[in-house]
């Protein structure tokens, strides 16, 4: 075999392992990097308390698994008191909001990548009560006659709260039960008032109410109730530590094995 042709298969076997790697690299390949750029890193997910469920059981194990060298760090709560979070500073890569109000205050406030602003999951509202009630609670309309507490997030810094306000006064029933109702800081406590029976009923997602068997969902919001559609908005935050690492966490949580964990928790991808 002359020269040439020694060459000419070197550079063909080349080629070919050059291949096989940009291929193993998966969805870091649009970085214009590897998968091993990303050892080391850590990603700061500030996420609505209602996710929480679907990323520690699912989507972080997923991720991390698949890029070893990667620690995902999340921080929970309603997604008003994140945005206050990241608005003083905290230290955060991805905001995953519960409602939009949030979100683009934050992106006003050029707080986050609206580039990467991306419109991502919708949920619904329910109305809960305790697995063992016996309240005759068959409509929100029957709240008006509840006797005990009637839970909601707080209207003022979280999403559900603020979409059973909305549900709550469209119906004409805000005020005859804006003095049964206990607020919660968040969603993950308006469910446990109502699963621990502190609470006659109350108002979640229902993914929410998905996640346990100590409540169940008496009705859903009707359509004509809630103007208001309940996206779940995902960016990245401006003063991200590591934008290629948070870049490669968008494009995960938007791949079809983790929008179909999404859907297993009850939530609906926004097309």
Known sequence: M?????????????????AVGSCSAGMFDFLGGNQSDLNGTEINLAAAASLKNAFD???????????????????????????????????????MSAAN??????????????????????????????????????????????????????????????????????LGIWNDTESKLSLGTDV???LNQVAQGSAE???????????????????????????????YPVAIVKNSTDADAAKVFLEFLQSQEAKDVFVKYGFTIHE
């Open 188 to 190: 993950t406590a308006v």
């Open 2 to 18: 002359d020269s040439k042709k020694i060459i000419f298969i070197a550079v063909l076997a080349l080629v070919a392992v050059v």
């Open 57 to 95: 059981k699912d989507l972080i194990p997923m991720f991390e698994e698949k890029y070893p060298g990667v620690k995902v760090t999340p921080t929970y709560a309603s997604s008003g008191d994140l945005q206050t979070q990241i608005e003083n500073g905290l230290e955060a890569d991805v905001f």
């Open 101 to 170: 109000k949030q979100m683009n205050a934050l992106a006003k406030k050029g707080l986050v990548d609206n580039d990467t602003n991306l419109q991502f999951l919708e949920n619904k509202v329910v109305l809960i009560v305790p697995a063992n009630s016996s309240a005759n609670i068959s409509s929100f309309d029957d709240l008006k006659n509840v006797s005990g507490n009637i839970a909601i997030g707080d209207p003022e810094s979280v999403p559900a709260g603020q979409y059973a306000k909305e549900v709550l006064t469209n």
């Open 201 to 231: 009923c109350g108002i979640v997602y229902a993914t929410d109410a998905k996640s346990t068997d100590d409540v169940k969902v008496v009705c859903e919001a009707p359509d004509d109730a809630l103007k208001t559609p309940v996206i």
